[in-house]
């Protein structure tokens, strides 16, 4: 039997997953997690990574490996090769101030017609010049930028230990995209963007087709024999989607750390709206997507505040009626990216002696978490990129009022794949490709949930209450998903 190994580095945690290359069949799995702070030292993700695949047994006996991260967190080096500064992830909100900046230079409209992103604070462009901004000594000292996955592919090459080697960081489409120094139209970086943000040049690492090798991988790795054919690896998203086997008119909604919707594009997608965000997927496609800071954990806030356990808060949700008798959360909790709500905070509405009850307000967390992802799902749709079926994905997908509420605020088909690590599960078949030159056919299975009446109420509620709070609607992009 061959074995081709995926990690998959996310906000949380590493994740390493050892595979059959014929079926997909997942054989062993080790995982570990990361600090829950938003700007870390790089060096606790390769800590991670090295006791993920100790708890998964070594990886001495895989024929190929490859790595998916969280997408746009850049890792700063400087000429050595040594981590310049700790981190500011992907969902650090200090990164806003910078964002504002770039956007009032240059125009929001030129960043969407030249990278295909309605800049955010998520995206790489301003982490860099939050960088140059609050630690000029710093940015001074860097040399080379590359977000998490190219770092560790880097890592797992055998650099990083102030050998240099910069030349050697390799990135893909999906990472490159999600940087705002890309352009989906040439598939180049925005060189000039880029030290626009950053006031100054630096090595970018090179991006390499779907089926490329990054490389191999170096001597002296616990648990890693040197010699190892090294897939070229992709942001999170990216592996999911082509694990998921993702045709054009699917999408996918995953309840993660974020809550994202995406959907498999021929075309990039420039929205002068400032909703989609045009990432590159990993198969030489695009991705067209929309996310939000809130999700899976404002359950386990929820689940908290209730004195309860996540299955228990399921229950209690599913004992209240649709719009929880008016009773409304905006779970901006972490402020927001979609809408741009950095400074926000999550508000309960409408709250009465009647109304507040567990069951109403369980429910209340499910209907304002999902609201938002319902306007990004109408987003997509206003965007001409069509979406007749959604897969469920992530850590919230399994609860059963998450499946029942989703299906009453959709007129679409929902649909929910069994429960397996698909970004590992990505980064696996794309070491399994740099192995063979294709992608294996590996099988998904799906669960079709019951359709259910649409409770237009639901977003209706939503809606207002953001209205009243004076925050940006997405009544129209909503519309788009409910009218069916």
Known sequence: MTLVAGIDSSTQSCKVTVRDLVTGRSLRQGSASHPSQTVVDPEVWWAALLTAVERAGGLADVAAISVSGQQHTPVFLDGTGKVVCDSPLWNDTGSHAAMVALNEELGREEWIRRTGIPLTLSDTAPKVRWLRDVDPAAAARTEAVAVVHDWLTWRLMGHGIGDGHLDDLVTDRSEASGTAYWSPDTGEYTRDLFEHAFGKTAVLPRILGPLERSGYTGAGIAGIPAGIPIGVGSGDNAAAALALGLAEGDAVLSLGTSGVVYARSAHPVHDYDGYVCNYADATGDHLPLVATLNAARNFEVGAALLGCSLDEFSELALQARPGASGLTLLPFFLGERTPDLPHARGTLLNASLDNLTRSNFARSVIEGTLAGQVAML????????????????????????????????????VAVPDADEYVAKGAAMQAAGALTGVFPAWDVELRELPRAPLAARITDQHEAAKELMGYPSTRAQAAVVTSG
Do not use: K, N, T, W
Not at 381 to 407: E, F, K, M, N, Y
């Open 378 to 413: 109408g987003s997509l749709a206003a965007c001409d990129v069509p979406v007749h079926r959604l897969l469920l994905i992530g850590g919230a997908a399994a609860s059963p009022a998450v499946q029942q509420i989703l299906a009453e605020m959709v007129s679409i088909p």
